[in-house]
């Protein structure tokens, strides 16, 4: 059973960091306003290295114990892997920005937060044209 | 950091407007709509997450991505790579373990590598094209994801397998290992 477990690793791995590792940073810094751009993108690492503490955490404390976890993980895995396929293809949360310029994808949301009637800006940032 | 020059946003919170506009003078070649913001981070955060939902829904969407992200067990795999081929019947004799574990690294090196090279091969035809920065990395997010998705359930769905599989077959019904095998229980020998 080595040699299939070494190629699905390598053939996971590889098309992993090909393409859903990357394009996740892709994605995050594109969804935000210009004024909190910065703020948010910050936010967000955060929650991933946090993230990833938690993941690491349990599951090194779990998945030696019996094979009950190592099944649980796999099914938390799966369960997971499905979701992001699923949120990455649903329009009403992702939206799409092709063809759209990096100033205007606040407006990615407009629909949105017109359409929601606590929507208020409350004029802190100060957006300058150079 | 000492290299790093000071970011526009940075010299502009400083009011030092010449200096801001100097470090834009290579991007205003390329856009003449391009816009910074000067609004400092404590009132950007209060933005964020105080701002009657008007980011609710981007907030969101990163959330889950940071989730889902790490759920799919990808960190998990890279550093416990040795674990899963220790337990599908790597030795330790030779180095075969290490070896196959440093190589799932270079492979994780050659895919972020592929991956950047794709990111900036886009961002290079996007500008030199006048085209607006756009997402457009590939023909077709249903191609990686299929891929991604399809390889995530063939290596979940093979690990509890290999877990069990070999080490049982080694075993004898009383629990102890068969005659000429020294280790059969995989949660005793790691």
Redesign the interface.
């Known amino acids: 059973m080595l040699i299939p477990t070494i190629v699905v690793l390598y053939l996971y791995v590889g098309t992993f960091q090909c393409f859903v590792g990357p394009v996740f940073m892709v994605i995050v810094t594109e969804i935000f306003a210009v004024e909190i751009r910065s703020v948010a993108i910050s936010v967000t690492c955060s929650a991933l290295f946090a993230m990833t503490f938690v993941v690491q955490i349990l599951y090194t404390a779990t998945a030696d114990d019996a094979s009950n976890c190592t099944i649980a993980w796999s099914a938390i895995f799966a369960v997971s892997a499905v979701l992001t396929i699923a949120s990455l293809h649903s329009e009403k949360v992702l939206p799409e920005t092709m063809g759209i310029e990096l100033s205007e994808s606040e407006n990615l949301w407009k629909e949105d937060a017109e359409a929601s009637p606590d929507m208020v800006d409350d004029g802190n940032a100060n957006v300058d044209t150079i | 950091m000492l290299v790093v020059p000071e970011s526009p ?1 940075w010299l ?1 919170l400083k009011n030092a407007h010449e200096e ?2 100097k470090s ?1 003078k290579d991007e ?1 070649k390329e856009s003449t ?7 400092d ?1 404590v ?6 997450f ?6 609710k ?25 040795n674990d ?2 220790h337990k ?3 030795h330790d004799q030779g180095g075969t373990v290490g070896g ?1 574990a440093i ?2 690294g270079i ?2 090196f ?3 590598v ?3 090279a ?2 900036v091969l886009s961002l290079i035809s996007i500008y030199s094209h006048s085209q ?7 023909t077709s ?2 191609q ?6 399809t ?16 080490h049982a077959a080694l075993r004898r019904s009383d629990g102890a290992c068969h005659s000429g095998y020294t280790t059969c229980h995989i ?1 005793k020998d ?1």
């Open positions: 946003v502009d801001e506009k834009l205003e709509n391009y816009t910074i913001s000067s609004a981070p009132s950007a955060l209060d933005s964020l105080c701002t009657a939902g008007k980011y829904d981007p907030l969101f969407v990163s959330m889950v991505l940071v989730l889902m992200h790490q759920m799919v067990g990808a960190s998990i795999t890279i550093l416990h790579s899963f081929i599908s019947g790597g196959l190589g799932v492979t994780h050659a895919g972020s592929f991956g950047l794709f990111m607006p920065y756009s997402l457009t990395l590939f997010r249903t990686s994801d299929t891929l991604t998705l390889l995530t359930l063939t290596l979940i769905i093979s690990h509890p397998g290999h877990y069990r599989t070999p949660f790691v």
